[in-house]
């Protein structure tokens, strides 16, 4: 299956090359919503900008269309988040198919994670979560735009430096919220908030091993932790499975909240996590 999608990808560049030779200056590509977050307050309205993974759907199992293939040729900057596993291979071919296409990658600069439970085997891609990485991934995209449009210099730095008021202003008001807890640990389905446990000094336990659902040897090792750790809160996101979360919150006595770290309003979903980890949200 892996071998099928992976020809109609190339397929797909080969296409969108012999389709359009040139971009037309306007358009801009992210991954994710998150990303649309930050380039939209930076580039304004000058730009078209495309988000690659739609809503609810998970960008490490993503399968790009192939209007979303010619779509993305046509792009001026293609801006990758750095380390989800299909961007690799996307990133390549892109380059070396539609060389008008500049790639800039989000991750460059940040220090990151490695953990042996991602299934990737590599660094953890969800750079987005940390409202320390953010400032660094806004910078990566403020540098790719002056490239592309120097004349707009002045202007994006001016929108840069608003951006950044406002990630900091985010941070300040999660670390508040986070100062004083309970109990720093929770346990979430996917492991997709490492960076923001490491920056407010949580411990994020995962439900999924390896990127497959648990064991029953393995759920119970997950109760028994939240258990011995007094953890009360689970956190699913939005498109997965909530079975096995349910039995673990069931069993330990936690309550389950459906979140959605890939949401287009970065800051207020950020916010709301820490509200909920905090007990100031049991929706």
């Known amino acids: 299956m892996k071998n099928c999608f992976l020809l109609l990808f190339i397929s797909c560049l080969f296409f969108s090359c012999g389709q359009s030779s040139k971009s037309d200056g306007k358009t801009l590509t992210v991954t994710i919503a998150p990303q649309r977050y930050f380039l939209e307050k930076l580039a304004g309205s000058a730009y078209k900008i495309n988000t690659l993974v739609p809503p609810a759907t998970s960008p490490e199992t993503y399968e790009p269309s192939p209007a979303t293939m010619i779509a993305l040729g046509k792009s001026a900057v293609y801006f990758k988040v750095g380390f989800l596993g299909f961007e690799n291979v996307w990133s390549q071919k892109l380059k070396e198919n539609n060389p008008h296409v500049s790639i800039a990658d989000c991750s460059s600069g940040i220090d990151l994670m490695y953990d042996e439970d991602e299934h990737s085997h590599g660094a953890d891609p969800h750079i987005w979560s940390s ?55 929770f346990i979430i389905y996917h492991p997709a908030l490492s960076y923001f446990a490491r920056d407010y000094g949580l411990d994020q336990y995962s439900i999924e091993f390896e990127g497959k659902n648990p064991s029953p040897l393995q759920i119970k090792e997950i109760v028994d932790l939240a258990k011995a750790k007094r953890i009360q809160t689970v956190f699913v996101q939005t498109g997965f499975d909530t079975k096995n979360a349910e039995v673990i919150a069931q069993e330990a006595g936690a309550k389950i909240y459906s979140i959605n770290p890939l949401s287009e309003e970065w800051n207020k979903e950020l916010i709301r996590i820490a509200d909920i980890l905090a007990g100031g949200q049991h929706e």
């Open 131 to 185: 409202p320390k990485n953010a400032l660094i991934l806004s910078k990566n995209m403020l540098d790719a735009l002056v490239k592309l449009d120097p004349k707009q210099e002045d202007t994006f730095r001016a929108n840069h430096e608003k951006l950044a008021v406002e990630i900091e202003a985010t941070d300040s008001v999660i670390r508040q919220k986070l100062a004083n807890l309970p109990s720093r640990g």
